[in-house]
């Protein structure tokens, strides 16, 4: 089988191009409705049936998956995120004493630090571009209320 396209994190124009999209203006359709959270094809209302069926046999919204949830009484929930390759990468959720809340979302999978007590160290890699939104999607549903502050996590550290 085929391996499905992923949607979310690509331009209008990219999923055009990435479905062979006829008429194209399906693209910004598409784009529309992934913007505003749609997690599935079946809630995109404005696609005829035809589009519908070439999404469900052909693409994804998204590829990744919360794979571990740790939560601290002080209300930070760290997830382990799995790409669609089998790479993990993790995802901290913090709350600041006046609610503000921040997704401290990773850029790599691994960590090239090569500390021999630690059972994470591997080569690090880059995540996809279009992993970080699918990061940010993924970690929506552990949250009581959405996100106001993103931050880049380099080897663990905020960059």
């Not at 959720?93 to 021999?116: F, H, I, N, P, W």
């Not at 880059?126 to 080897?155: G, T």
């Amino acid at each position: 089988m085929p391996k499905k396209i992923a949607l979310l994190g690509l331009s209008a124009s990219e999923i055009v191009e990435a479905l062979a999209l006829s008429p194209s203006f399906r693209g910004k359709q598409i784009f529309s409705w992934l913007s505003k959270g749609v997690d599935s094809f079946e809630k995109m209302k404005n696609l005829d049936k035809t589009t519908l069926e070439k999404l469900n046999t052909v693409a994804v919204i998204y590829t990744s998956s919360v794979s571990k949830v740790l939560k601290d009484p002080d209300g930070t929930i760290k997830l382990q995120i799995t790409l669609e390759d089998g790479r993990a990468i993790e995802t901290v959720l913090l709350t600041d004493k006046e609610g503000r809340k921040t997704a401290c979302v990773s850029c790599q999978a691994g960590c090239a630090k090569g500390c021999a007590f630690c059972p994470r160290c591997e080569e690090a890699m880059k995540i996809c571009l279009n992993e970080v939104p699918e990061e940010l999607r993924v970690s929506d549903s552990h949250l009581a209320s959405c996100w106001m502050n993103v931050k880049e996590m380099f080897e663990g550290k905020e960059a």
